[in-house]
């Protein structure tokens, strides 16, 4: 391959037709292009890599070098796609991990503090139960905010802002006098904590080729399960120790504090800068420095020019309404709201249960601790383990089975194993149910996470996510509340009964979602946003026809 044959670049090539477009996939007649709605068929699907040899690999990369010399136009997709996953991916997965592993242990810490908070300041229930809801509340305008603004801004400034919230308000709430200041720096740790989510998830998804995007998310998310576990570990060394609550608070607080000298280094995703231009300079230079630290010959640049897509307007919440994305909104509000319950009660409710003798004393209750016993960290760890598995279970249901599909599985198998919870049957049993319904709803929302930024173009996709995500926060309020009032002051049965019809909801609505995104490239705008392009996996078949 040389540069040789690379045609002139002209204001023509500019204006390419959609249908003279096609040429970037590998055909002439525009089959490639298809509706998200209609699933690709499975010979035309992108591989995942871990069923795409280096022959299959090598192959694609050559049709999207001759589909380029034919067209003299490639996309950014046609770029990611021809770099592949390599250093530049690695190194800002394990920064975006890090990111992720800070946003679960700010979650999770409050589950291990709140009774030796309780007993320091003699606080009600009503009072221990509103500290870890003012953080999930705070992170609902986090979670909009950050998502417009990143639409609008960039990726980058908004992440690097929402980091600094958790990092600034996480250290000072270790020095808060009294609950009322304690309570208003994790307000803003949760609207932190709303913008960041947003933002990480959609910029793997951005600066993943198609091949390797759920596998590079889900990869991403093993960081989740660690701060989990990173917390809890902590919790129980800290808090019985001199130093208390306040140390716990700080060791929750490192990880935010490590990003901030990280985060500077960070790059807009390509997906964003195409559309963010005039011309597709930064863009074009973003290509050429992931190909350099990857190691690749970035050949498609001898051969063509990068096609510019500028969106002049972003996404707003008018655009949720238009008849193409209102019911995958709505669907995705609602599994994302009941979803979340279910986790956050999973994630509150496993010491309380042991404590209560809900298997061995018909689900009476007993005085909160307050200390935080080996009991307990064996617990939650045994089932904070649980979310380890969600990971291998995304990364090869969601390539081979397809991201609806997963899902709807997922939701069934949940509302089995929460309809086991309602029957206790001994405590080891019910030790196994709630590890394994840990792993479903961390894996079910992982897939959640995977599957919505997908179904959105560039344009609108950091806000169609912060608008569907806020709602999961409202909904991780619901399952503390559930734990709490429910839970411990009424009835355990009771909590599950009403977790048990969540999870229904969560199958029903699953079922009328419709479109499949596995394999199929990300949209960019509004002109192409209801066309979706697809390499055949056949690459070098296609390529062969093509030349012919």
Sequence with gaps: MSGEDRPPSDEANNDIAPEERTNLTGTADGANYQSIDTPPEEDERFRPFFLADEETMRSR????????KKSGKYTVD??????????????????????????????????????????????????????????????????????????????????????????????????????????????????GFGITVVIVIVQVVEICPTTYRASAV????????????????GAY??????????????????????????????????????ISEVDNTAARDLLHKIAQTNGVDFELDEVGDLLVEMEQERGTLRDLGNE???????????????????????????????????????????????????????????????????????????????????????????????????????????????????ALTDAS????????PESYP?????????????????GGVVGILLVYLVGLAISWKLMFTILFVFSLVIVITSWILKHETVGVRLQDNRENHDHFVNIPANAEVERDINMQ
Aim: hydrophobic share 55%.
């Design 61 to 68: 990369r050559e049709l999207l070098y001759e589909t380029t």
């Design 78 to 191: 046609d770029g990611m796609e021809y770099i592949g996953l390599g250093k530049y991916h690695y190194i800002w997965l394990a920064v975006f991990g890090v990111s992720s592993m800070s946003q679960s242990v700010e979650l999770t810490l409050t589950s291990v503090i709140l009774n030796s908070i309780g007993c320091e300041w003699h606080l009600t229930v009503f009072e221990k139960v509103l500290i870890p809801c003012v953080v999930l509340l705070a992170a609902v305008p986090g979670d909009f905010v950050g998502g417009y603004l990143a639409d609008k801004y960039g990726r980058k400034p908004i992440l690097l802002i929402g980091q600094i919230l958790i990092a600034v308000f996480g250290v000072l709430s270790a020095f808060m006098p009294d609950y009322i200041s304690f309570v208003i720096v994790r307000c803003l740790v949760g609207f």
């Design 218 to 233: 889900a990869l991403m998310f093993i960081s989740w399960s660690v701060g989990v576990c990173y917390t809890v570990i």
């Design 237 to 274: 060394f800290l808090l019985n120790s001199s130093y208390g609550w306040r140390a716990v608070v700080l060791w929750a607080a490192f990880p935010c504090v490590v990003l901030l000298f990280v985060l500077p280094f960070m790059d807009n995703s390509p997906k964003y800068l195409v």
């Design 324 to 438: 193409e994305f209102r019911t995958r909104t709505i669907c995705f509000v609602i599994c994302l709201f009941f979803a979340n319950t279910l986790y956050i009660s999973n994630v509150y409710d496993t010491a309380y249960l042991f404590d209560s003798g809900y298997c061995s004393a018909g689900g009476t209750t007993s005085s909160s601790s307050c200390t935080f016993t080996l009991k307990d960290l064996l617990l939650d760890l045994v089932v904070s383990i649980g979310e380890f598995l969600a990971v291998p279970i995304v990364a090869v249901s969601s390539e081979l089975q397809g991201r609806l599909a997963s899902i709807r599985t997922l939701a069934i198998l949940l509302s089995i194993v929460i309809f086991a919870c309602i029957w206790c049957f001994g405590e080891i049993l019910l030790l196994c149910e709630l590890f394994v319904t840990r």
């Design 445 to 452: 929302f992982l897939l959640f996470f995977i599957y919505v």
């Design 458 to 474: 560039t344009y609108m996709r950091s806000v169609a996510f912060g608008v569907t995500n806020l709602f999961a926060n409202i």
